[in-house]
Protein backbone atom coordinates (compact mmCIF):
# COMPACT_ATOMS: atom_id res chain seq x y z
CA UNK A 1 0.00 0.00 0.00
CA UNK A 2 1.53 3.79 -0.51
CA UNK A 3 2.96 5.40 2.14
CA UNK A 4 2.94 9.16 1.78
CA UNK A 5 2.67 10.21 5.20
CA UNK A 6 4.53 9.68 8.50
CA UNK A 7 3.21 11.79 10.75
CA UNK A 8 -0.10 13.76 11.21
CA UNK A 9 1.83 16.93 10.17
CA UNK A 10 2.02 15.49 6.99
CA UNK A 11 -1.41 14.38 6.77
CA UNK A 12 -2.56 17.90 7.72
CA UNK A 13 -0.30 19.94 5.57
CA UNK A 14 -2.08 17.15 2.54
CA UNK A 15 -5.53 18.27 4.32
CA UNK A 16 -4.50 21.78 3.42
CA UNK A 17 -3.23 21.54 -0.12
CA UNK A 18 -5.94 19.71 -1.36
CA UNK A 19 -8.59 21.52 0.34
CA UNK A 20 -9.77 17.95 2.36
CA UNK A 21 -12.76 18.37 4.01
CA UNK A 22 -13.34 15.30 6.38
CA UNK A 23 -11.09 12.49 7.44
CA UNK A 24 -12.41 8.95 7.34
CA UNK A 25 -11.49 5.82 9.46
CA UNK A 26 -11.71 2.25 7.84
CA UNK A 27 -12.29 -0.70 10.39
CA UNK A 28 -12.76 -4.33 9.51
CA UNK A 29 -15.82 -6.65 11.02
CA UNK A 30 -15.97 -10.34 11.93
CA UNK A 31 -16.83 -11.44 8.53
CA UNK A 32 -14.55 -9.41 6.64
CA UNK A 33 -16.58 -6.04 5.53
CA UNK A 34 -15.17 -2.46 5.94
CA UNK A 35 -16.92 -0.15 8.23
CA UNK A 36 -16.74 3.38 8.65
CA UNK A 37 -16.64 6.35 10.68
CA UNK A 38 -15.49 9.96 9.82
CA UNK A 39 -14.59 13.18 11.40
CA UNK A 40 -13.86 16.98 10.32
CA UNK A 41 -11.13 17.37 9.31
CA UNK A 42 -10.27 20.34 12.48
CA UNK A 43 -10.88 17.24 15.01
CA UNK A 44 -7.90 14.82 13.47
CA UNK A 45 -4.93 15.79 15.59
CA UNK A 46 -1.88 14.43 17.73
CA UNK A 47 -4.18 13.18 19.93
CA UNK A 48 -6.44 11.16 17.62
CA UNK A 49 -2.89 8.95 17.18
CA UNK A 50 -2.54 8.69 20.88
CA UNK A 51 -6.37 8.10 22.23
CA UNK A 52 -7.86 7.18 19.06
CA UNK A 53 -11.67 7.09 17.85
CA UNK A 54 -13.59 5.34 20.49
CA UNK A 55 -16.33 3.23 19.39
CA UNK A 56 -18.72 0.53 20.39
CA UNK A 57 -17.28 -3.18 19.25
CA UNK A 58 -20.11 -5.37 20.06
CA UNK A 59 -22.21 -4.31 16.94
CA UNK A 60 -19.33 -5.52 15.37
CA UNK A 61 -19.25 -9.67 15.47
CA UNK A 62 -16.79 -10.83 17.63
CA UNK A 63 -16.84 -12.81 20.50
CA UNK A 64 -18.13 -11.22 23.79
CA UNK A 65 -15.95 -9.56 26.40
CA UNK A 66 -15.85 -7.97 29.49
CA UNK A 67 -16.09 -4.40 27.95
CA UNK A 68 -17.42 -3.24 24.36
CA UNK A 69 -15.73 -0.23 24.30
CA UNK A 70 -12.86 0.06 21.67
CA UNK A 71 -10.73 2.67 20.13
CA UNK A 72 -9.67 2.60 16.90
CA UNK A 73 -5.99 3.89 15.71
CA UNK A 74 -5.36 5.34 12.94
CA UNK A 75 -2.10 4.01 10.45
CA UNK A 76 -1.24 6.64 8.47
CA UNK A 77 0.63 4.92 5.66
CA UNK A 78 -2.74 3.98 4.55
CA UNK A 79 -4.15 7.21 4.05
CA UNK A 80 -5.02 7.42 0.43
CA UNK A 81 -7.87 10.56 -0.99
CA UNK A 82 -11.31 8.30 -1.42
CA UNK A 83 -12.25 9.25 -4.60
CA UNK A 84 -15.99 7.51 -4.54
CA UNK A 85 -16.83 10.38 -1.73
CA UNK A 86 -18.66 13.53 -2.92
CA UNK A 87 -16.85 15.23 -0.07
CA UNK A 88 -13.17 15.99 -0.29
CA UNK A 89 -12.34 12.87 2.14
CA UNK A 90 -8.78 11.39 3.29
CA UNK A 91 -9.48 7.69 4.42
CA UNK A 92 -7.12 5.42 5.98
CA UNK A 93 -6.45 1.80 7.87
CA UNK A 94 -5.90 1.31 11.76
CA UNK A 95 -6.06 -0.79 14.43
CA UNK A 96 -7.99 -1.67 17.06
CA UNK A 97 -7.08 -1.84 21.04
CA UNK A 98 -9.03 -2.72 24.34
CA UNK A 99 -9.39 -0.30 27.03
CA UNK A 100 -7.79 -1.18 29.53
CA UNK A 101 -5.56 -0.43 32.51
CA UNK A 102 -3.00 1.12 32.90
CA UNK A 103 -2.71 0.70 28.84
CA UNK A 104 -5.14 -0.29 26.17
CA UNK A 105 -4.42 -3.51 24.52
CA UNK A 106 -4.89 -4.80 21.48
CA UNK A 107 -7.71 -6.65 20.71
CA UNK A 108 -6.63 -9.81 19.66
CA UNK A 109 -9.77 -10.78 17.96
CA UNK A 110 -9.98 -7.94 15.64
CA UNK A 111 -8.67 -9.54 11.83
CA UNK A 112 -6.25 -7.06 10.79
CA UNK A 113 -4.45 -8.16 14.37
CA UNK A 114 -4.91 -11.62 14.41
CA UNK A 115 -2.80 -11.24 10.98
CA UNK A 116 0.04 -9.21 12.72
CA UNK A 117 0.22 -11.58 15.44
CA UNK A 118 0.98 -15.04 13.09
CA UNK A 119 3.20 -12.30 11.00
CA UNK A 120 5.40 -12.18 14.38
CA UNK A 121 4.85 -16.03 15.63
CA UNK A 122 6.37 -16.89 12.12
CA UNK A 123 9.28 -14.18 13.37
CA UNK A 124 9.46 -15.28 16.56
CA UNK A 125 9.90 -18.95 15.71
CA UNK A 126 12.83 -18.34 12.98
CA UNK A 127 11.04 -19.56 10.31
CA UNK A 128 10.97 -16.66 7.82
CA UNK A 129 10.93 -12.29 8.23
CA UNK A 130 8.32 -12.21 5.94
CA UNK A 131 5.20 -14.16 3.79
CA UNK A 132 4.62 -12.88 0.82
CA UNK A 133 1.12 -13.20 -1.20
CA UNK A 134 -0.62 -12.67 -4.49
CA UNK A 135 -4.18 -12.79 -4.37
CA UNK A 136 -6.23 -13.55 -7.60
CA UNK A 137 -9.37 -11.62 -7.62
CA UNK A 138 -12.35 -13.50 -9.95
CA UNK A 139 -15.70 -11.33 -9.34
CA UNK A 140 -19.12 -10.88 -11.66
CA UNK A 141 -19.76 -7.89 -13.30
CA UNK A 142 -24.10 -7.49 -13.48
CA UNK A 143 -26.04 -4.81 -15.00
CA UNK A 144 -29.34 -5.94 -12.44
CA UNK A 145 -29.60 -8.52 -9.36
CA UNK A 146 -32.33 -8.81 -7.36
CA UNK A 147 -33.24 -11.30 -4.74
CA UNK A 148 -35.73 -11.71 -2.26
CA UNK A 149 -35.80 -14.13 1.04
CA UNK A 150 -39.84 -14.51 2.13
CA UNK A 151 -42.21 -16.44 3.59
CA UNK A 152 -44.18 -16.79 0.11
CA UNK A 153 -41.25 -15.96 -2.62
CA UNK A 154 -37.70 -17.14 -2.44
CA UNK A 155 -35.77 -16.19 -5.65
CA UNK A 156 -33.04 -14.56 -6.92
CA UNK A 157 -31.88 -12.83 -10.50
CA UNK A 158 -28.78 -11.52 -12.15
CA UNK A 159 -28.49 -10.25 -15.86
CA UNK A 160 -26.12 -8.74 -18.31
CA UNK A 161 -26.33 -7.71 -21.55
CA UNK A 162 -23.61 -9.28 -22.61
CA UNK A 163 -25.29 -12.74 -21.32
CA UNK A 164 -26.01 -15.53 -23.98
CA UNK A 165 -29.54 -16.19 -22.19
CA UNK A 166 -30.19 -12.09 -24.28
CA UNK A 167 -29.32 -12.91 -27.70
CA UNK A 168 -32.53 -13.48 -28.75
CA UNK A 169 -33.94 -10.17 -27.31
CA UNK A 170 -35.90 -7.91 -29.71
CA UNK A 171 -34.54 -4.30 -28.52
CA UNK A 172 -32.54 -2.12 -30.30
CA UNK A 173 -31.57 -0.53 -27.51
CA UNK A 174 -30.20 -3.41 -25.63
CA UNK A 175 -29.20 -6.20 -28.17
CA UNK A 176 -26.40 -6.29 -30.50
CA UNK A 177 -26.03 -9.02 -31.17
CA UNK A 178 -22.27 -9.64 -28.90
CA UNK A 179 -23.32 -11.98 -26.11
CA UNK A 180 -20.62 -14.10 -24.84
CA UNK A 181 -21.40 -18.11 -24.58
CA UNK A 182 -22.08 -20.36 -21.36
CA UNK A 183 -18.11 -20.77 -19.99
CA UNK A 184 -16.85 -19.12 -23.31
CA UNK A 185 -15.79 -15.82 -22.00
CA UNK A 186 -11.85 -16.90 -21.28
CA UNK A 187 -9.71 -13.30 -22.32
CA UNK A 188 -13.05 -12.50 -24.62
CA UNK A 189 -12.40 -9.40 -26.55
CA UNK A 190 -13.66 -6.17 -27.27
CA UNK A 191 -16.64 -6.02 -28.43
CA UNK A 192 -18.07 -9.34 -26.89
CA UNK A 193 -15.88 -7.85 -23.55
CA UNK A 194 -18.10 -4.97 -22.20
CA UNK A 195 -16.36 -4.69 -18.98
CA UNK A 196 -13.07 -3.76 -20.33
CA UNK A 197 -13.51 0.27 -19.42
CA UNK A 198 -14.65 -0.39 -15.87
CA UNK A 199 -12.09 -2.47 -14.90
CA UNK A 200 -9.29 -0.70 -16.58
CA UNK A 201 -10.77 2.39 -14.46
CA UNK A 202 -10.90 -0.40 -10.84
CA UNK A 203 -7.07 -0.65 -11.99
CA UNK A 204 -5.81 2.62 -12.53
CA UNK A 205 -7.58 3.26 -8.97
CA UNK A 206 -6.36 0.42 -7.51
CA UNK A 207 -2.89 1.94 -8.67
CA UNK A 208 -3.38 5.15 -7.08
CA UNK A 209 -4.04 3.11 -3.96
CA UNK A 210 -0.30 1.69 -4.13
CA UNK A 211 -1.61 -2.04 -4.99
CA UNK A 212 0.41 -2.89 -7.96
CA UNK A 213 -1.90 -4.66 -10.54
CA UNK A 214 0.06 -7.36 -12.72
CA UNK A 215 -3.00 -7.58 -15.38
CA UNK A 216 -6.58 -7.87 -16.32
CA UNK A 217 -9.05 -9.83 -18.42
CA UNK A 218 -12.64 -11.40 -19.11
CA UNK A 219 -12.90 -14.80 -17.16
CA UNK A 220 -14.41 -18.05 -18.23
CA UNK A 221 -17.83 -17.30 -17.03
CA UNK A 222 -19.89 -15.89 -20.27
CA UNK A 223 -22.13 -13.49 -18.13
CA UNK A 224 -19.46 -11.18 -17.19
CA UNK A 225 -17.15 -13.13 -14.92
CA UNK A 226 -13.55 -11.08 -15.13
CA UNK A 227 -10.47 -11.22 -13.26
CA UNK A 228 -7.82 -8.60 -12.09
CA UNK A 229 -4.30 -9.84 -10.48
CA UNK A 230 -2.01 -7.89 -8.57
CA UNK A 231 1.38 -8.27 -7.73
CA UNK A 232 2.25 -10.31 -4.60
CA UNK A 233 3.72 -8.51 -1.11
CA UNK A 234 4.07 -8.77 2.35
CA UNK A 235 0.74 -10.46 4.19
CA UNK A 236 -1.08 -8.01 6.28
CA UNK A 237 -0.46 -5.29 3.69
CA UNK A 238 -1.85 -8.10 1.07
CA UNK A 239 -4.90 -8.30 3.34
CA UNK A 240 -5.35 -4.50 3.60
CA UNK A 241 -5.02 -4.53 -0.25
CA UNK A 242 -8.19 -6.95 -0.77
CA UNK A 243 -9.94 -4.79 1.33
CA UNK A 244 -9.06 -1.80 -1.06
CA UNK A 245 -9.45 -3.64 -3.96
CA UNK A 246 -13.16 -5.06 -2.95
CA UNK A 247 -14.13 -1.64 -1.99
CA UNK A 248 -12.43 -0.02 -5.54
CA UNK A 249 -14.12 -2.61 -7.47
CA UNK A 250 -17.98 -2.70 -5.78
CA UNK A 251 -17.87 1.40 -6.32
CA UNK A 252 -16.62 1.74 -9.69
CA UNK A 253 -19.08 -0.60 -10.93
CA UNK A 254 -21.44 1.38 -9.53
CA UNK A 255 -20.16 4.40 -11.38
CA UNK A 256 -20.81 2.60 -14.09
CA UNK A 257 -24.04 1.61 -13.47
CA UNK A 258 -23.22 -2.19 -12.87
CA UNK A 259 -23.20 -4.32 -9.60
CA UNK A 260 -19.95 -6.29 -8.62
CA UNK A 261 -20.13 -9.71 -6.58
CA UNK A 262 -17.33 -11.95 -5.14
CA UNK A 263 -20.14 -14.64 -4.70
CA UNK A 264 -18.07 -17.80 -5.70
CA UNK A 265 -21.22 -18.98 -7.24
CA UNK A 266 -23.53 -16.86 -8.76
CA UNK A 267 -24.47 -18.38 -11.49
CA UNK A 268 -25.77 -22.03 -11.71
CA UNK A 269 -23.64 -24.21 -14.18
CA UNK A 270 -21.45 -21.45 -14.66
CA UNK A 271 -17.78 -21.05 -13.84
CA UNK A 272 -16.85 -20.21 -10.56
CA UNK A 273 -15.09 -17.05 -8.80
CA UNK A 274 -12.23 -17.95 -6.11
CA UNK A 275 -9.20 -15.77 -4.52
CA UNK A 276 -6.31 -17.96 -5.69
CA UNK A 277 -3.64 -17.44 -3.16
CA UNK A 278 0.10 -17.31 -4.29
CA UNK A 279 2.44 -17.22 -1.76
CA UNK A 280 6.08 -18.03 -0.53
CA UNK A 281 8.45 -16.66 1.82
CA UNK A 282 11.54 -14.78 2.95
CA UNK A 283 14.66 -14.77 5.19
CA UNK A 284 17.19 -11.91 5.04
CA UNK A 285 15.96 -10.68 2.20
CA UNK A 286 16.63 -14.30 0.65
CA UNK A 287 13.80 -16.79 -0.87
CA UNK A 288 12.81 -19.62 1.18
CA UNK A 289 11.34 -21.84 -1.31
CA UNK A 290 13.50 -22.71 -4.02
CA UNK A 291 15.79 -25.61 -4.45
CA UNK A 292 16.69 -27.00 -7.75
CA UNK A 293 16.96 -30.39 -6.85
CA UNK A 294 13.78 -30.64 -5.18
CA UNK A 295 10.40 -31.53 -6.99
CA UNK A 296 9.61 -28.70 -9.11
CA UNK A 297 12.08 -26.83 -7.73
CA UNK A 298 11.08 -26.58 -4.57
CA UNK A 299 13.07 -26.58 -1.15
CA UNK A 300 12.26 -28.63 1.62
CA UNK A 301 11.27 -25.75 3.95
CA UNK A 302 8.26 -24.90 0.78
CA UNK A 303 7.27 -28.33 0.41
CA UNK A 304 7.08 -28.71 4.68
CA UNK A 305 5.08 -25.60 4.54
CA UNK A 306 2.66 -27.28 2.03
CA UNK A 307 2.44 -30.53 3.70
CA UNK A 308 1.02 -28.17 6.54
CA UNK A 309 -1.76 -26.81 5.04
CA UNK A 310 -2.90 -30.02 2.44
CA UNK A 311 -2.60 -32.02 6.06
CA UNK A 312 -4.93 -29.04 7.48
CA UNK A 313 -6.91 -28.24 4.57
CA UNK A 314 -10.26 -29.31 5.57
CA UNK A 315 -10.41 -27.11 8.90
CA UNK A 316 -8.62 -24.23 7.08
CA UNK A 317 -12.12 -24.44 4.44
CA UNK A 318 -13.81 -22.69 7.55
CA UNK A 319 -11.54 -19.27 6.97
CA UNK A 320 -10.67 -19.71 3.34
CA UNK A 321 -13.74 -21.21 2.46
CA UNK A 322 -16.68 -19.82 5.12
CA UNK A 323 -19.80 -18.82 3.52
CA UNK A 324 -22.49 -22.05 2.19
CA UNK A 325 -22.07 -20.82 -1.66
CA UNK A 326 -18.39 -21.43 -1.78
CA UNK A 327 -19.16 -25.36 -1.82
CA UNK A 328 -21.30 -24.37 -4.40
CA UNK A 329 -17.89 -23.66 -6.20
CA UNK A 330 -15.83 -26.47 -5.16
CA UNK A 331 -17.38 -29.22 -7.88
CA UNK A 332 -15.84 -31.10 -10.51
CA UNK A 333 -15.65 -29.37 -14.19
CA UNK A 334 -15.00 -25.96 -13.44
CA UNK A 335 -11.69 -25.57 -12.97
CA UNK A 336 -12.40 -25.41 -8.94
CA UNK A 337 -10.43 -28.47 -6.70
CA UNK A 338 -12.65 -30.48 -5.06
CA UNK A 339 -9.30 -33.02 -3.78
CA UNK A 340 -6.67 -32.50 -1.38
CA UNK A 341 -3.28 -32.94 -3.21
CA UNK A 342 -0.24 -31.17 -5.29
CA UNK A 343 0.84 -30.83 -8.66
CA UNK A 344 2.64 -28.23 -11.11
CA UNK A 345 0.52 -26.99 -13.36
CA UNK A 346 -2.46 -28.58 -12.47
CA UNK A 347 -5.41 -26.64 -12.16
CA UNK A 348 -7.77 -29.72 -10.64
CA UNK A 349 -5.57 -29.89 -7.80
CA UNK A 350 -5.96 -27.64 -4.65
CA UNK A 351 -1.99 -26.74 -4.41
CA UNK A 352 -0.62 -25.61 -7.95
CA UNK A 353 2.87 -24.96 -8.26
CA UNK A 354 3.07 -22.76 -11.46
CA UNK A 355 5.23 -24.23 -13.95
CA UNK A 356 6.34 -20.72 -15.17
CA UNK A 357 7.53 -18.87 -11.87
CA UNK A 358 11.41 -20.74 -12.34
CA UNK A 359 13.76 -18.47 -10.84
CA UNK A 360 15.01 -18.72 -6.88
CA UNK A 361 12.44 -15.03 -6.30
CA UNK A 362 9.66 -16.22 -7.77
CA UNK A 363 9.80 -20.38 -6.76
CA UNK A 364 6.12 -20.27 -5.30
CA UNK A 365 3.03 -22.47 -5.05
CA UNK A 366 -0.42 -21.37 -4.76
CA UNK A 367 -3.81 -22.31 -2.71
CA UNK A 368 -6.53 -22.38 -5.49
CA UNK A 369 -9.27 -23.20 -3.09
CA UNK A 370 -10.31 -19.58 -1.32
CA UNK A 371 -12.72 -17.53 -2.48
CA UNK A 372 -13.85 -13.76 -1.88
CA UNK A 373 -16.13 -14.26 0.88
CA UNK A 374 -13.36 -14.55 3.32
CA UNK A 375 -12.17 -12.22 5.68
CA UNK A 376 -8.87 -11.66 4.19
CA UNK A 377 -6.48 -11.34 7.67
CA UNK A 378 -8.37 -14.63 9.35
CA UNK A 379 -7.82 -16.62 5.80
CA UNK A 380 -4.15 -15.77 5.42
CA UNK A 381 -3.21 -16.15 8.79
CA UNK A 382 -4.58 -19.32 9.03
CA UNK A 383 -3.14 -20.58 5.81
CA UNK A 384 0.30 -19.08 7.52
CA UNK A 385 -0.26 -20.89 10.88
CA UNK A 386 -0.98 -24.45 8.65
CA UNK A 387 1.84 -23.80 7.00
CA UNK A 388 4.33 -23.17 9.80
CA UNK A 389 2.97 -26.20 11.70
CA UNK A 390 3.91 -28.10 8.61
CA UNK A 391 7.67 -26.87 8.88
CA UNK A 392 7.61 -26.86 12.71
CA UNK A 393 6.71 -30.95 12.46
CA UNK A 394 8.30 -31.62 9.11
CA UNK A 395 4.78 -32.48 7.40
CA UNK A 396 6.02 -32.92 3.98
CA UNK A 397 3.75 -32.55 1.08
CA UNK A 398 5.54 -35.94 -0.73
CA UNK A 399 4.92 -38.34 2.13
CA UNK A 400 1.82 -37.55 3.38
CA UNK A 401 -0.56 -39.37 0.54
CA UNK A 402 -1.46 -35.75 -1.62
CA UNK A 403 0.15 -36.48 -4.82
CA UNK A 404 1.98 -35.21 -6.72
CA UNK A 405 -1.07 -35.61 -8.73
CA UNK A 406 -0.03 -34.52 -12.28
CA UNK A 407 -2.88 -35.87 -14.00
CA UNK A 408 -6.82 -34.85 -13.56
CA UNK A 409 -8.18 -35.12 -10.82
CA UNK A 410 -11.95 -34.80 -12.27
CA UNK A 411 -11.33 -37.82 -14.75
CA UNK A 412 -11.02 -40.17 -11.81
CA UNK A 413 -12.24 -43.46 -11.48
CA UNK A 414 -14.20 -44.98 -8.80
CA UNK A 415 -11.16 -46.70 -7.20
CA UNK A 416 -8.74 -44.19 -7.50
CA UNK A 417 -11.77 -41.13 -6.23
CA UNK A 418 -11.41 -43.88 -2.78
CA UNK A 419 -7.36 -43.09 -2.82
CA UNK A 420 -7.48 -39.56 -2.68
CA UNK A 421 -8.71 -37.10 -0.08
CA UNK A 422 -11.01 -34.68 -0.42
CA UNK A 423 -12.40 -30.99 0.76
CA UNK A 424 -15.87 -30.57 2.65
CA UNK A 425 -18.92 -31.16 0.67
CA UNK A 426 -20.45 -28.05 2.61
CA UNK A 427 -19.82 -25.82 4.81
CA UNK A 428 -20.94 -27.69 8.02
CA UNK A 429 -18.10 -30.17 7.16
CA UNK A 430 -15.38 -27.65 6.78
CA UNK A 431 -16.36 -25.76 10.76
CA UNK A 432 -16.44 -29.66 11.94
CA UNK A 433 -13.30 -30.21 10.65
CA UNK A 434 -12.08 -27.11 12.21
CA UNK A 435 -13.62 -27.90 15.66
CA UNK A 436 -11.60 -31.07 15.91
CA UNK A 437 -8.31 -29.63 14.41
CA UNK A 438 -7.66 -26.02 14.81
CA UNK A 439 -4.78 -26.23 17.84
CA UNK A 440 -2.02 -25.39 14.55
CA UNK A 441 -3.94 -22.02 14.61
CA UNK A 442 -3.81 -21.41 18.70
CA UNK A 443 -0.44 -22.07 19.23
CA UNK A 444 1.49 -18.95 19.93
CA UNK A 445 -2.10 -17.20 21.05
CA UNK A 446 -2.30 -15.92 17.27
CA UNK A 447 -5.99 -17.57 17.24
CA UNK A 448 -8.04 -16.80 20.55
CA UNK A 449 -10.08 -19.72 21.17
CA UNK A 450 -12.86 -17.36 22.02
CA UNK A 451 -12.76 -15.96 18.22
CA UNK A 452 -12.82 -19.59 16.88
CA UNK A 453 -15.92 -20.52 18.70
CA UNK A 454 -17.91 -17.41 17.46
CA UNK A 455 -16.70 -17.70 14.26
CA UNK A 456 -18.02 -21.71 14.42
CA UNK A 457 -21.41 -20.36 15.88
CA UNK A 458 -22.06 -18.04 13.50
CA UNK A 459 -21.25 -19.92 10.15
CA UNK A 460 -23.47 -23.13 11.82
CA UNK A 461 -26.49 -20.58 12.20
CA UNK A 462 -26.02 -19.56 8.53
CA UNK A 463 -25.32 -22.99 7.54
CA UNK A 464 -28.50 -23.82 9.39
CA UNK A 465 -30.55 -20.97 8.12
CA UNK A 466 -29.87 -21.67 4.57
CA UNK A 467 -30.74 -25.27 5.44
CA UNK A 468 -34.09 -24.44 6.29
CA UNK A 469 -35.16 -22.17 3.41
CA UNK A 470 -36.94 -23.84 0.70
CA UNK A 471 -34.70 -23.65 -2.32
CA UNK A 472 -36.50 -23.11 -6.02
CA UNK A 473 -34.85 -26.51 -7.21
CA UNK A 474 -37.06 -28.86 -4.63
CA UNK A 475 -40.16 -27.10 -6.33
CA UNK A 476 -38.73 -28.16 -10.00
CA UNK A 477 -38.18 -31.30 -8.10
CA UNK A 478 -40.76 -32.94 -5.84
CA UNK A 479 -43.82 -29.93 -6.49
CA UNK A 480 -45.97 -33.14 -8.20
CA UNK A 481 -45.14 -35.53 -6.22
Known amino acids: MINRFKSVADVQKYIREFDIKMVDFKMVDLEGRWRH ?59 VFVIDEPENRPFDQYPRNVALAAEKYMRDEGIADQMIVGPEFEFYLFDTVAYQVREESVFCEVDTKQAEWNSAMEDDVRNKGYQIGR ?130 AKSLCAFTNPSTNSYKRLVPGFEAPVTIGFATANRSSVVRIPAYAKSPENKRFELRNPDGTANPYYAFAAILMAGIDGVKNKINAMDGGWGPYDFNLYDLTDEQKKEVKSLPRNLMDALDALEEDHDYLTAGGVFPEALIDIWIQKKKADFERVNSIPHPAEFSLYYDL
Open 37 to 95: LSIPVERFTEKTMEEGIGFDGSNYGYAPIEKSDMVFIPNLKTAIIDKFSEIPTITMMGD
Open 183 to 312: KKGYHADIPQDITYNSRAKMCMTMEDWGIKVKYHHHEVGGPGQVEIEVELGEMTEMADAVMATKYIIKNTALEDDRTATFLPKPIYDEAGSGLHVHMHLFKDGKPLFYDKNGYSGLSELALCFMGGILKH
